[in-house]
């Protein structure tokens, strides 16, 4: 394990690097890594990096253009980003996308309520606007399992249209969390006490029924009812493995993040077995953080006994997936000192001696595509354990070592990355006073 950048190795990434343009990055060669891949896995070293969100989304635009991509599928709650869904493919109400995006209530409200997202959002909405009637439009869709009460109501909204009967079952099956309220964390640390079990049955039931209805509700219609028919069992099954991951957050972390990426897995599958009734070999982009996207296996994750989606997409779909990880070295990044704290513009210091993101800085390229197919050189120094940096919604400067760093082999946990030196903060479309104030810039290292 080295522990120090050294000059041969910033060497071979500056030889290995696709230098990016700002204004009009070329992006033909990690188009060549992607191929005809179903799957395109584009990460994030932040959860409010600009830089992250604008580029993720010109990608994706591209695949959607040159590839086919029919879906979005992104670190989201499913029920917020359904009402973004409907918006994108003319079916809802929605004025604008800032208003699709207003069911993003829950902390953090930055990761999707943000200028980036909203752009996309109005992009995508042009683009299956300008489609003939008769094409599939392309969806977005969230992959997350935060929304039980959300997805509770979703199932209960739909059953009382279509069959009132059901909903009353559903309704008296759900109402074992009435006692919790909205704290779904109380109810995960009682279910740890064995006061609330009988929960779990209930879920398990609710989404039993559902499926053995789906050959009556889910044909009524046509393909609008299919739809709401799939969004139904959807929020169902998130509702049963939401209530899994609170009871198991008191027992282990390791436990819940599985749980937790496990669903994100199955929720992917499920949707692209839907799409794929209608057009055929579905292909998806999705939008998640490094530390879900990048495989596990190739990181300390693995030592801890944690899995994510990218090892387990990898494994099953091999080279039909592409994995895609960002890093950046310094600038300023929307996140929270607490968990729901309000959104802070913070620095990000620079990166720590010995990482992957330090000898990148160390090559002088601004931004850049690291591709190492076909490069034996590069792929063989990536192969060996450097620091990377992961900063989620919560960014702690002063622990940055213990709080976001962990070793990783970058070519065994991506196929290719992009790395952006000097970032900025992404920014939310609600500014508070303390993220319009930002951090007092530090003048160690270096002066800003």
Same mark, same amino acid.
């Given at each position: 394990?080295?522990i120090?950048?050294d ?9 290995a690097a696709? %230098? ?12 060549d890594v992607i191929g005809?891949a179903r ?14 969100y !604008?580029?993720?989304a010109?990608?994706? *635009?591209?695949?959607?253009?040159e590839?086919?991509?029919?879906a ?6 499913? %029920? ?5 869904n409907r918006?994108v493919r003319?079916l ?8 699709? $995006?207003?069911?993003? *209530?829950?902390f %953090?409200?930055?990761?999707?309520r ?17 489609l003939?009637?008769d094409?599939? *439009? ?6 997350d ?6 997805s ?13 009967p059901?909903?009353?079952?559903a ?9 919790f ?5 109380a ?10 079990e ?6 398990v039931?609710q $989404?039993?029924?559902l $499926? ?7 044909q009524r219609?046509?393909r ?8 139904a069992?959807?929020?169902a099954?998130?509702?049963k493995n939401?209530?899994?991951?609170y009871?198991t ?10 749980l937790r ?7 992917l ?6 799409l ?13 953080h490094?530390s879900?996207?990048g ?7 693995a030592?801890r ?5 990218g ?11 592409v994995l895609i990880?960002?890093t ?7 996140a929270?000192s607490?968990?729901?704290g309000?959104?802070? !513009? *913070?620095?990000?210091?620079p990166?720590?001696l010995g990482?992957?993101?330090q ?5 002088t ?7 190492w197919?076909?490069d034996?050189r590069?792929k ?5 354990a450097? $620091?990377?940096?992961?900063i ?5 400067p002063?622990?940055e070592?213990g ?10 946990q991506f196929?290719?990355?992009l790395?952006?030196d000097?970032?900025?903060a992404v920014e ?16 160690? %290292?270096f002066?800003?």
């Amino acid at each position: 394990m080295r522990i120090t950048t050294d000059a041969t190795f910033t060497e071979v990434l500056r030889a290995a690097a696709h %230098p990016l343009d700002e204004l009009v990055p070329n992006y033909d060669p990690l188009f060549d890594v992607i191929g005809d891949a179903r799957f395109v896995l584009l990460g994030e070293a932040s959860h409010g990096t600009h830089e992250f969100y !604008r580029e993720r989304a010109r990608i994706t *635009k591209r695949l959607i253009e040159e590839r086919g991509v029919l879906a979005v599928a992104a670190e989201a709650d499913w %029920p917020d980003a359904s009402r973004v869904n409907r918006y994108v493919r003319g079916l809802s109400d929605d004025v604008d996308a800032t208003a699709a $995006l207003a069911d993003f *209530k829950r902390f %953090p409200q930055w990761m999707w309520r943000n200028a980036d997202v909203v752009e996309f959002v109005e992009w995508l909405r042009r683009h299956n606007d300008a489609l003939p009637s008769d094409a599939p *439009k392309v969806g977005f869709y969230g992959l997350d399992l935060y929304s039980l009460r959300a997805s509770m109501e979703t199932v209960l909204r739909y059953l009382e249209k279509v069959d009132p009967p059901a909903a009353a079952r559903a309704r008296a099956r759900y109402a074992c969390f009435d006692q919790f309220g909205d704290d779904t964390r109380a109810y995960g640390f009682l279910t740890s006490t064995g006061l609330a079990e009988r929960c779990r049955g209930e879920v398990v039931a609710q $989404l039993t029924e559902l $499926l053995r209805a789906a050959a009556d509700l889910g044909q009524r219609d046509g393909r609008t009812a299919e739809d709401q028919f799939f969004d139904a069992v959807q929020n169902a099954r998130l509702v049963k493995n939401a209530e899994e991951y609170y009871r198991t957050m008191f027992v282990g972390d390791v436990s819940s993040w599985n749980l937790r990426d496990r669903h994100m897995v199955e929720t992917l599958e499920e949707l692209v077995e839907h799409l794929d009734r209608r057009s055929g070999r579905a292909k998806v982009a999705v939008w998640a953080h490094n530390s879900h996207l990048g495989d596990a296996r190739a990181t300390e994750m693995a030592h801890r006994g944690e899995l994510n989606v990218g090892q387990l997409v990898r494994s099953k779909y091999g080279r039909d997936s592409v994995l895609i990880g960002f890093t950046t070295h310094h600038g300023t990044v929307t996140a929270a000192s607490d968990w729901e704290g309000p959104a802070e !513009r *913070k620095r990000v210091r620079p990166a720590l001696l010995g990482s992957y993101e330090q000898t990148c800085h160390a090559t002088t390229l601004p931004r850049f595509l690291l591709t190492w197919r076909g490069d034996a050189r590069a792929k063989r120094e990536l192969l060996d354990a450097r $620091l990377e940096r992961a900063i989620g919604v919560i960014y702690r400067p002063d622990t940055e070592r213990g709080s976001h760093y962990f070793h990783a082999r970058l070519a065994d946990q991506f196929d290719a990355v992009l790395h952006f030196d000097e970032t900025r903060a992404v920014e939310p479309l609600e500014r508070n006073a303390e993220w319009a104030a930002g951090e007092v810039p530090e003048t160690f %290292p270096f002066a800003v």
